[in-house]
């Protein structure tokens, strides 16, 4: 089975402080995601990327950046944390040429 | 504005109802629809249906995509309160990334 793992089920942050998320997945998929998803809104893609080091902004960058070094961990990094980051962040990963997407279990930040 | 539209966006009913959500979209060249049920963590896929318009069935649970009404239903028969979540429904688009675009989801409580 697909294990798509992200670092802590909950966090809780400062303002303006630096946040890193990470997400590791261990079969080998090409793509990963990253979603934040709050009430009445659902999934909103943040970033992505195809392979390593490359990245695609989604629909909602701004605040937000990404780094995959290796294949298998894809990082979020909220730069200088806001209180309208406090989320539920949800990591997904893909084969290069499939559609069905795995999801992790989800982070939630609260940022005071 | 929105292109992947779901209805109701939350809906109670009791143990053994049969209950069907919608999902409506807006555009017609997409590859695939899937549906996802969240519960208190990672969303877990259900089904990916294709313009073909077989119905897929898994369980007490199927969908089906009609593409000239440009929506998919997802019933649930003889329902259960472990069938309590969120649904989602999401579009691969035809052509670029694989990535999916999310509707806000379908909150289904199921009392005893």
């Known amino acids: 089975d697909v294990k798509v793992t992200q670092s802590s089920r909950y966090l809780v942050k400062r303002t303006g402080e630096k946040v890193f998320l990470e997400c590791v997945q261990d079969?080998?998929?090409?793509?990963m995601f990253w979603y934040r998803q709050d009430p009445g809104l659902g999934l909103r893609l943040i970033y992505f990327?195809?392979?390593?080091?490359?990245?695609e902004k989604g629909d909602i960058p701004e605040g937000y950046s990404v780094s995959r070094e290796k294949k298998e961990r894809f990082s979020l990094i909220l730069e200088s944390a806001s209180t309208n980051q406090t989320s539920m962040y949800l990591c997904a990963s893909s084969f290069g040429g499939g559609v069905k997407q795995y999801f992790g279990p989800g982070t939630r930040l609260t940022v005071l | 504005e929105d292109k992947v539209v779901q209805s109701p966006l939350s809906l109670v009913v009791h143990e053994g109802d049969t209950v069907t959500l919608n999902c409506s979209y807006e555009?017609?060249?997409?590859?695939?629809l899937l549906w996802y049920k969240q519960e208190k963590k990672a969303p877990t896929f259900l089904f990916m249906l294709t313009s073909s318009g077989i119905e897929k069935k898994s369980g007490r649970l199927s969908s089906i995509l009609d593409k000239k009404e440009l929506s998919s239903i997802l019933n649930i028969t003889a329902t259960q309160t472990g069938d309590s979540a969120i649904y989602l429904c999401?579009?691969?688009?035809?052509?670029?990334?694989?990535?999916?675009?999310f509707g806000t989801g379908t909150r289904l409580t199921v009392i005893p």
């Open positions: 555009v017609t060249n997409f590859r695939s």
């Open positions: 999401a579009l691969a688009w035809q052509t670029g990334a694989n990535n999916l675009f």
């Open positions: 990327s195809y392979d390593v080091k490359m990245k």
């Open positions: 079969m080998d998929h090409e793509n």
